[in-house]
């Protein structure tokens, strides 16, 4: 079993549609939870970075953990085309500067 | 927010010959730097982690003599591929850690670089 698993897609919706990207993880000691865009051939651009449980808002995408059901999701809200990408979840125990357990990315489609 | 460069962006050789990719953090200085090597269609797998001054430090399974790094400098990280072979064809991508390992540390990613080995 991989320490982070994530749906790998792809995911097709339309625009404008809400989008719901979800992690689940197996390390109780994960406490460092990032989102990451990646576009194709591109590196990876860090969307979200929280710590611990909660939420944390920014725009159009909001982040949930919640480490009692060690479950992390990324919401996407009024989706556009350009958000047709592929989405990592990464964590790491220590911080966000440390080694990151990435998941195997999720591929969204927004269809115009 | 502070960027990553990677060059080349593209690289393709003939089997046996080295390849460098440079790595550069270009509005802040970082003392780590992580290599990741990424298949097709799969996520990003660490290869190593490069500390300014220092010996990086390998993943296992990862051959250090085969993946040469070099953390000469606080904005710049080489990857060196020796006597490269097919099966090293890949996307390698660097990250630059914008701290000092406290923990509002984040990594900044660089574009990656498409290494093909014919």
């Known amino acids: 079993q991989k320490e982070v698993e994530q749906d790998p897609g792809p995911l097709s919706v339309p625009e404008g549609a809400i989008v719901s990207l979800n992690c689940t993880y197996s390390?109780?000691?994960?406490?460092?939870f990032m989102w990451y865009r990646q576009y194709s051939r591109k590196g990876p651009e860090l969307l979200m970075y929280?710590?611990?449980?909660g939420n944390k808002e920014d725009g159009r995408f909001t982040a949930q953990v919640d480490k009692s059901s060690k479950y992390i999701s990324l919401f996407i809200r009024d989706s556009q085309p350009s958000d047709s990408a592929t989405y990592l979840c990464a964590m790491s125990a220590t911080n966000a500067g440390n080694m990151l357990t990435f998941g195997g990315g999720t591929r969204l489609m927004v269809k115009p | 927010g502070a960027v990553v460069s990677q060059h080349p962006s593209r690289v393709i050789c003939k089997s046996g010959t080295s390849v460098k990719i440079e790595c550069r953090s270009l509005?802040?200085?970082?003392?780590?730097m992580f290599w990741y090597r990424q298949f097709p269609k799969q996520s990003l797998m660490l290869m190593a982690t490069s500390n300014e001054g220092s010996k990086a430090t390998y993943e296992q399974g990862v051959e250090k003599d085969k993946f040469l790094i070099n953390h000469a400098s606080l904005t710049l990280s080489t990857l060196t591929v020796t006597s490269a072979h097919p099966e090293d064809s890949s996307f390698y991508i660097c990250s630059a850690r914008d701290g000092l390992g406290s923990s509002t540390d984040t990594q900044y990613f660089g574009p990656g670089t498409r290494l093909t080995v014919l």
């Open positions: 390390n109780s000691a994960f406490q460092y």
């Open positions: 509005d802040f200085q970082a003392t780590t």
């Open positions: 929280t710590y611990s449980s």
